[in-house]
């Protein structure tokens, strides 16, 4: 195999680097200085989104950043979500033009229905009264016309169950880039994976750590003994070896780290790799997965009324 994975490419024919930045649940006043860090230590794909009420400061942090020569916006991959308030057809347009202006851009690379989940326009919070019908298709329509414009270089979804990509596959007359999923050695994706890539959508893995900064995620997903064991073996760490079954796998990661010396591990995942033999050991981890979406779900209220529909059984 091959050891350099640094880049893969979309349906679209446009490349997406393999290893990006993750801003979710990166504190204000703190993304900025991790977005710096990434892009000086080589990152050159950052994972962005409205709900994470950090693009204003991402786009700062871009703006200087080019402003200074010391990346050009050519050379990076940026991505953003359309969120939940926002699927009336009309209303994409106005999101993704948001967007932009935070982030001091006139394009994103990238971007993605957040969740299969509409809520009422202007919504805040998870209150389930907030739930609407959703209507993909119509909103797909909206994201179609984002990148005829250009505004949108590649568009795709992210919280989608493989059911749910194959139904937008059937109706998309362009059809998603990239799948953007949570995806990490205890919650594997397999069947998403085979099944994107077998249509030509690539699929990136959010959360490929296991979100151990996360208060609300119970996570041992580092600490799991058979990744341990591999780290141990290659003298690795158990998240460069996290990032690297990722690679090996076929698909992007998106790391969040606000820690400078973490974010430069997380890159270090290139010139090595994991043999077949320690490889084949990872499907023997236990799966579970870690963002459930609950708060999207509810009996009366919600289109799905169980978890098991929210995700078509693939929990």
């Known amino acids: 195999m091959a050891n350099d994975i640094r880049f893969f490419q979309l349906n679209t024919g446009a490349k997406i680097p393999s290893v990006g930045l993750g801003t979710w649940q990166a504190a ?59 699927h009336a057809p009309e209303d994409v347009p106005v999101a993704l033009d948001r967007t932009l202006q935070d982030l001091q851009l006139d394009y994103v690379d990238l971007y993605l229905i957040h969740w299969p989940v509409r809520k009422k326009k202007g919504s805040v919070g998870f209150s389930p009264e907030d739930l609407l019908p959703v209507d993909i298709p119509s909103t797909w329509r909206a994201m179609e016309a984002l990148y005829d414009s250009g505004k949108a270089r590649a568009i795709g979804v992210s919280n989608f169950s493989t059911k749910k990509l194959a139904d937008l596959l059937e109706v ?13 050695p205890s919650w594997q994706q ?56 990722g690679l090996q796998m076929g698909h992007s990661v998106l790391p969040k780290s606000t820690n400078e010396a973490r974010i430069k591990d997380n890159l270090d995942v290139f010139d090595w790799s994991i043999p077949d033999d320690l490889f084949a050991k990872f499907s023997e981890i236990e799966l579970a997965r870690l963002v459930r979406g609950t708060t999207f779900v509810h009996e009366t209220l919600s289109p799905y009324k169980t978890v098991e529909e929210l995700w078509d059984g693939e929990i």
């Open 190 to 245: 397999t069947k998403l994976h085979e099944f994107g890539k077998s249509k030509g959508v690539h699929l990136s893995g959010y959360s490929p750590l296991g979100s151990p900064g996360t208060t609300w995620i119970k996570s041992d997903v580092l600490k799991n003994p058979i990744l341990n064991t591999v780290a141990e073996k290659l003298g690795k760490t158990p998240a460069q070896v996290a990032l690297r079954w």
């Open 172 to 184: 998309a007359r362009v059809p998603p880039a990239v799948s953007q999923v949570e995806c990490h």
């Open 28 to 86: 204000p006043g703190l993304v900025g200085e991790a977005v710096t860090t990434a892009i000086k230590a080589g990152y050159r794909h950052i994972d962005c989104a409205q709900i994470y009420g950090n693009e204003k400061e991402i786009g700062l942090v871009l703006k200087k950043l080019f402003e200074d020569g010391v990346v050009k916006r050519e050379e990076l991959f940026i991505t953003s979500k359309l969120w939940n308030t926002d």
